[in-house]
Nanobody
């Protein structure tokens, strides 16, 4: 069983940057893709971005394009989310997820990490 562990998170001022990481356990970790999602207060969970594991193709929500960057280190089974120019309204719990069984479906989730952006 794959476990996704997300250390990091924290408090940052508006306009600042933060990098999240998500490490997967298991020697034979080979997902279709890894994704990042967030759950803001009072809103539904939303897609932030994703990266295909083999080719490294990235996809982003329009709201974060140009500010957030997803990368992966296949050797470390780790995916990163670099967040720049953060806004207070991006305060949320950020989750990483893996698409393991079926492409396009994220079926394994991390525990989430709190990111707070102060104004």
């Amino acid at each position: 069983q794959v476990q996704l562990v997300e250390p990091g998170g924290g408090l940052v001022q508006a306009g600042g940057s933060l990098r999240l990481s998500c490490a997967a356990s298991g020697r034979t970790f080979s997902p279709y893709a890894m994704g990042w999602f967030r759950h803001r207060p009072g809103k539904e969970r939303e897609f932030v971005g994703s990266v295909t594991w083999s080719a490294g193709n990235t996809y982003y929500a329009d709201s974060v394009k140009g500010r957030f960057t997803i990368s992966r280190d296949n050797a470390k089974n780790t995916v990163y989310l670099q967040m720049n120019t953060l806004k207070p309204e991006e305060t949320a719990v950020y989750y990483c997820a893996a698409s393991l069984i079926r492409a396009g479906i994220f079926d394994s989730w991390g525990q989430g990490t709190q990111v707070s952006v102060s104004s």
